[in-house]
């Protein structure tokens, strides 16, 4: 279980860009972030998971097998991709990734946003229940791309 890629942009609706490491701050989440800025499409949308949000690989090469979609892991609009983690697991639960600790507070649905920025048609179809997993940042610290997930 580990986390394979970091997802970051600062501002709603622009592209995501790939990072090798990211700062995560209890109460903010990813510095250079949309939400930690106050500056994503939903920031003024009420509730909790607005700090990081994570998808697994393995979703995404569902979405291909079973929708023959290839969806590029920037486009799912996620901070993190993982390997090897059952997100939808975690709900209410704490976990770890490097030495970063998050709670895990709902599932991340896709959404028509997503689908639309992504510019693929059925996106949001092929990654409904296995659109990831909202988390608020319990403990801050520096993430890694290949840093461990331990749950």
């Known amino acids: 279980m580990k986390l394979v890629s970091i997802f970051l ?7 995501m860009r790939e990072v090798r490491e990211a700062r995560a701050e209890i109460g903010v989440g990813l510095a250079g972030d949309r939400y930690a800025g106050g500056a994503g499409t939903f920031s003024r949308t009420v509730g909790s998971g607005r700090h990081v949000t994570l998808i697994e690989i393995e979703a995404l090469a569902a979405a291909e097998r079973d929708y023959d979609l290839a969806i590029a892991p920037a486009l799912t609009r996620r901070n993190l991709l993982v390997s090897g983690v059952a997100l939808n697991h975690l709900v209410g639960k704490e976990f770890q990734v490097g030495e970063v600790r998050l709670l895990g507070t ?3 649905e896709p959404c028509n946003h ?22 608020d940042v319990v403990r801050g610290g520096t993430l890694r791309a290949g840093d461990a997930v331990v749950v």
């Open 114 to 135: 997503m689908e639309e920025l992504s510019g693929i048609a059925g996106a949001r179809k092929a990654l409904i229940h296995r659109g990831g997993l909202r988390c």
């Open 9 to 15: 942009t600062p501002t709603g609706g622009a592209p």
């Open 106 to 108: 709902r599932l991340c």
